[in-house]
């Protein structure tokens, strides 16, 4: 008898150990409240976790399970602990404390069972908590990163729009919208790249230079400065504004010849802002136009705005000069990430097409996870001539796909999430070329080790079409 007894206080003692092992291990500390004496009963391991006292804390004004929750969360957590109590005997609630010994508001999961004595009186509630202020505080980050990105969304799909009204009215032709828009688009989405690489706190203005003169007209280009950050919506205008000027070069100033040259240099000013001067030279002899396009509205007016400053252009017989000033609530200081230069855009894999690609009897695969890029892509080959197969939109349907007698394929690179790199092995087996589209840019995106041009979203469908005709050789 002495011995079973001996036995069993061993065992408790061993279940005991084993039990304290696992709160501690857990990170968690028990307490005990004494309905009937109102006194919650305070154990080391929850000092160590709230800050209290170990011991017993008697209810004041209010019950003791309560003296526990931050002031502004007890009348909801209240209502919550009692009601589930009531319902079920037991309670899963979040709340604030306010640590007494430092003063830091932490948040806790505690859960409790309640029980009751012979008469069915509730008697007790023994329950645990955890602190999980880290958790909470990731759940806030994340909900705040969320709301920015939606923000910043709704911001570029807003400006898209704006961008789209505004060139449509001021062309002629449908086939000008596309071109001009198109390159207005691509302006912003360079922009945004480098805005992306620096978890958005800035690009530098030697990088959007790079990014809009870096692949036109090489060596008649030039642009220096010292390093300078911009803000996010500094760097989006001046990018727009670098992709007017030398779109306008282009048509009809300096680099519309051989030897023509831009010239493109800042300057950081006493009051902190800077000034950018655009000079072009060498190229055709230049008048003021009669009229001013939207262009000309993003320079004197939108950039200027954004940029807290002013712009001023000259119409000179030798070449346009533009001064743009900015003040500077445009500058921020240099982000704790710097993305490289830019690869120039003339160094891509593929160029879009000036004239009509002829596709005439190519089959070709699409595999595309935006229906509205699908459909997209799916016109302008068929336009071209090509007999299109799919489009696929997730990696089931394109890999039930090969087995179609197949001459080419675009590839979406990533298809809701997964990487279209299996059915980029199935084509490369059997000699298939092909062609990736991607949204990410220079950094990634786009699956490794296969010889394929890369196309950078947003794309023109001709853009697309010459690809693909480059890749079966038909150029």
Known sequence: MLRSMTDDASGQVLDRRRLD????????????WDIVRNVLTITSR?????GLPQGEIAGGDHEALYEIVHPDDRAQARKTIAAALEANGRYDAEHRLIRPDDGRAIWLQSAG??????????????????????????????????????HRVKNVLAAV?????????????????LTTFAGRLKSMASANELLTAARW???????LAAAELGGIAPGQTRWEG?????????????????????TNALKFGALSTEAGRVDLRWIRLADGGFELTWTESGGPTVTAPAHLGFGSTLLSQVTGRELNGDTQVEYRSAGVRVRLRASAAAIV??????????VARAAEPVVASSGRTDLKGARVLIVEDAVLLALELETGLADA???????????????????????????????????????????????????FATGYGEAGGAPSGFDAPIIRKPYDVTQVAAAVAAVLGLN
Request: charged content about 25%; glycine content about 6%; overall charge negative.
């Open 21 to 32: 092992l696992a709160l501690e291990t857990a990170r968690l500390g028990e307490f005990e």
């Open 46 to 50: 929850m000092s160590a976790i709230t």
């Open 113 to 150: 069972v309640l029980t009751r004595d012979e008469a069915g009186r509730p008697a007790s509630v023994c329950g645990i908590l955890h602190d999980i202020t880290e958790r909470r505080v990731v759940d806030d980050q994340r909900k705040t990163l969320m709301a920015e990105l939606d």
């Open 161 to 177: 729009q704006a961008l789209a009204t505004q060139t449509a009215k001021r062309t002629t032709s449908l086939e000008s919208f």
């Open 201 to 207: 706190r800035g690009a530098a203005i030697a990088h």
């Open 226 to 246: 010292p390093e300078l950050f911009l803000t996010p919506r500094g760097a989006n205008a001046l990018s727009l504004a670098m992709h007017e000027l030398a």
């Open 333 to 342: 200081d240099r982000p704790d990430t710097v993305p490289e230069a830019p």
């Open 385 to 435: 001539g090509a007999e299109v197969i799919g489009p696929a939109y997730e990696l089931e349907e394109a890999m039930a796909l090969l087995d179609r007698e197949i001459d080419a394929a675009v590839l979406d690179a990533n298809l809701n999430g997964r990487s279209v790199t299996p059915v980029a092995e199935v084509l490369a087996s059997r000699g298939i070329p092909f062609v």
